[in-house]
């Protein structure tokens, strides 16, 4: 009995030890501050400037009166936007900053809704719904760049 006894708690504290070395390997995994600024800041560098290349001629048309272009032109760009921000969750963020990074992305996301209803005011020229989505478009900035003041991005949340 005290053999069986032995192996039971060998393969216990083995168990115990893989336990241990999977959930070190674990934290080791999670990035720290800098290195997931390092990570996603070129990913946001580059979608903007991709964003803006795909919208360079939104403002033009809107000038112009072409609404229906502008339409397309920033559900376009909006498409990009959402990509982006879609491979920027696909990053995980260190684990202290999970919940803020959370939030940031699902403002992101709440604005890209709003930003659509942007667009469809604009093809059916309903002035009064696009102003209301401007407005409601800029709080969610705001309150975006409030949110990550602080976190050290250069590109990210300043779309």
Not at 26 to 31: F, G, M, Q, V, W
Not at 79 to 91: F, G, P
Not at 97 to 115: F, G, H, M, N, P
């Amino acid at each position: 009995m005290p053999i069986c006894g032995v192996k039971l708690l060998l393969r216990a504290l083995a168990v115990l030890a893989l336990i241990g070395c999977l959930g070190a390997a674990a934290a080791a995994a999670a990035p720290t501050r800098p290195e997931y600024i390092a990570q996603v800041d070129p990913i946001c560098q580059q979608g903007q400037k991709e964003v803006a290349h795909l919208t360079r001629h939104y403002v033009p048309s809107l000038k112009a009166g072409n609404y229906k272009r502008a339409a397309r032109i920033l559900l376009r760009g909006l498409r990009r936007y959402k990509a982006l921000i879609d491979t920027v969750a696909q990053v995980e963020p260190p684990a202290e900053d999970a919940a803020l990074i959370a939030q940031w992305l699902s403002l992101e996301r709440e604005d890209i809704a709003v930003s659509r209803k942007i667009a469809s005011a604009i093809r059916r020229e309903r002035f009064g719904a696009w102003h209301r989505a401007v407005k409601k478009s800029k709080a969610l900035e705001r309150e975006i760049r409030a949110l990550i003041a602080g976190y050290a991005f250069e590109y990210c949340g300043y779309s």
